[in-house]
């Protein structure tokens, strides 16, 4: 066989290889979209619809339920703003998320350290044991903390009477100057295990070569805590906290179940308050509460937006921008 007999066929079979690529290409897209319908339909139904629905919603006058609906523009928007209650759920979100964010996000770095160090036993046992809370749906746990902090018999007023710490059972969760913190404590231990698996993750991507040369250098665990190990750090601080901030804007499951939103509004926050209107009230306002959510998305879209500002400058900083 010639050489230019070679390269005719060589140049034939890429021809036919070349001809097949386009009708394969079309369908693997086809399978692709194919596999992806069924997602696509059902997230353009309960996520897309009821967005854009609600932003519909906000401008009428309409209870959810009957045929009759008006045109009114703006007004709610405006009743919303100028609702105390409204923003009294709205400082409640907030104030939530002030004081559960960085509690849950320093407690779990210092169980992280201690249980990322191979000197520590049962360390595989402790880790399970911590992150077996948020296999479980929040609602139960809602209604289990009800019976536990229990004024009457529940096992939390039980053991402070025998210890003598209270000569009387405490109503954690219906005295308004107890109820968010108890939620706020509820809320930390039950989303306890996915940060401190953040900080696993995080901690082990530090390599052990790094502590050998600061130990061989002469530092102490508070050195290599201070000098090494909060440092390398410290893009995952970032992450891990917008994260948890963004995580304590649902709350409603939690915070329903187990107080209601009571006592007094002391626990209201504002996804409560948007239900409040939209299906508890005696005469229920779905247009008003469609407004509320439409001022709850904006703020909650803030926060993404400081999430991914947050992510940018890590990575920056980390030279991979």
């Given at each position: ?31 692709i979209w ?43 928007y405006r ?117 401190l698996v ?124």
């Amino acid at each position: 066989m010639s050489v230019a007999t070679l390269e005719n066929d060589v140049q034939d079979r890429t021809s036919r290889r070349a001809g097949r690529r386009p009708r394969d290409a079309s369908r693997s897209r086809l399978w692709i979209w194919l596999f992806l319908t069924p997602t696509v339909v059902l997230y353009g139904l309960y996520t897309v619809y009821p967005i854009a629905a609600s932003y519909w919603y906000s401008f009428l006058r309409w209870d959810g339920f009957g045929a009759d609906k008006s045109w009114i523009g703006l007004q709610n928007y405006r009743d919303v703003l100028a609702d105390p209650l409204f923003w009294n759920s709205f400082k409640i979100t907030v104030l939530f998320m002030v004081v559960t964010v960085p509690l849950q996000v320093v407690a779990t770095l210092l169980v992280a350290i201690v249980l990322n160090s191979p000197k520590m036993p049962f360390s595989t046992l402790f880790r399970t044991a911590l992150f077996l809370p948020m296999v479980t749906t929040t609602a139960i746990v809602g209604v289990v903390m009800q019976f536990v902090f229990d004024p009457a018999s529940g096992p939390v007023n039980l053991l402070l009477t025998r210890l003598g710490l209270v000569s009387e059972g405490v109503n954690f969760l219906g005295d308004s100057s107890t109820a968010l913190w108890t939620v706020g404590g509820v809320y930390v231990w039950k989303w306890f295990g996915i940060t401190l698996v953040y900080w696993l993750a995080a901690l082990q991507t530090i390599p052990n070569e790094v502590y050998e040369a600061a130990r061989i250098d002469g530092a102490g665990p508070w050195k290599l805590m201070r000098h090494v190990t909060m440092p390398l750090l410290r893009p995952f601080l970032v992450i891990i906290t917008l994260l948890s901030l963004e995580a304590t804007l649902k709350v409603f499951d939690l915070m329903l179940t187990m107080t209601g939103g009571g006592p007094f509004y002391a626990t209201e926050v504002v996804e409560i308050y948007i239900y409040r209107w939209a299906f508890a009230a005696t005469v229920p306002q779905l247009g008003y509460a469609s407004a509320a959510a439409v001022v709850f998305g904006l703020f909650v879209c803030l926060v993404g937006l400081f999430q991914l500002l947050g992510i940018r400058a890590v990575r920056q900083s980390r030279g991979t921008a």
